[in-house]
């Protein structure tokens, strides 16, 4: 397999990079190419602006969907966004790895996403009809690659919880599994996540490193999250909701979005 890690930490001794390391290892041992794109380490640019469309008349009002698909099309993006593009559709899986802070990822990666998610490229794309509103959750670039978030929280699993402090895990990850993973096409796959990892370290690495090679292990057989896919026929067009009864008796707020048998 080709595998690419995009890689979110500041500190090269830090946890999230041992398990980086234990894991690249692991997939390199099995035969598997892997690539990381180390976004501090690259000292990413995170923010967008005119500089970032080369064909952009500077000093011009930036509208920026607009700006980012002329550049995408007329090949005026920066070499740094191109070059993560095609690392993007060199890979067959990705993994993105990252803390979580303040309920979400560290900014240089959002930031990554920003940029590299270009429309023309990773949105904005498919044709619009009566039954079809582009290609996007579950169709677009990314359909037939799987990716999924390795993440690591200061907090223990009780507090995110269903009745925890913080909320569950899995609904302050479904803006990311969903919204920037499965609406451009990604087979998303569970999250691995390691909780408390400041307290006990040594335990709870061990335990940590043990399920991400487990992963690593599975990564082609892992079942995925079951997204219900825009374009086939559980939501209505254009209003883009989901039809009716659908949903099974239970399932509330973002749990809705994702089939089950």
């Known amino acids: 397999m080709k595998i690419l890690f995009v890689f979110a930490h500041p500190d090269k001794a830090s946890f999230n990079h041992s398990l980086l390391d234990a894991a690249v290892k692991q997939l390199e041992a099995q035969g598997n190419e892997v690539r ?10 995170t923010n967008v602006d005119e500089t970032d469309f080369l064909n952009h008349e500077k000093g011009s009002r930036l509208k920026v969907a607009e700006a980012s698909f002329v550049a995408n099309s007329d090949n005026k993006l920066t070499t740094d966004v191109i070059a993560e593009q095609e690392k993007l559709k060199w890979a067959d899986t990705v993994i993105f790895q990252f803390p979580v802070w303040w ?4 900014a240089i990666l959002k930031g990554w996403f920003d940029r590299v998610f270009a429309c023309g490229f990773a949105y904005g794309v498919g044709v619009h009809d009566e039954t079809h509103y582009g290609d996007r959750y579950g169709e677009g ?3 037939g690659k799987r990716a999924f978030c390795m993440v690591t929280t200061g907090g223990s699993s009780d507090h995110y919880s269903q009745r925890g402090i913080n909320g569950p895990i899995d609904d302050i990850l479904f803006p990311i599994n969903h919204g920037m993973l499965f609406y451009p096409g990604f087979t998303v796959l569970p999250p691995v996540i390691t909780y408390r990892t400041d307290s006990k370290r040594e335990e709870v690495y061990a335990n940590a490193e043990k399920a991400v090679l487990e992963r690593m292990d599975n990564i082609a057989t892992v079942e995925p999250i079951h997204y219900r896919r825009q374009n086939f026929g559980d939501y209505n067009i254009p209003e883009m909701t989901l039809k009716e009864g659908l949903e099974q008796p239970g399932q509330t707020r ?3 979005h994702i089939k089950k048998d």
């Open 103 to 106: 309920f979400s990822m560290p």
């Open 36 to 45: 990381v794109s180390d976004l501090y380490r690259m000292d990413w640019k």
């Open 254 to 256: 973002f749990d809705i």
């Open 141 to 143: 670039v990314m359909e």
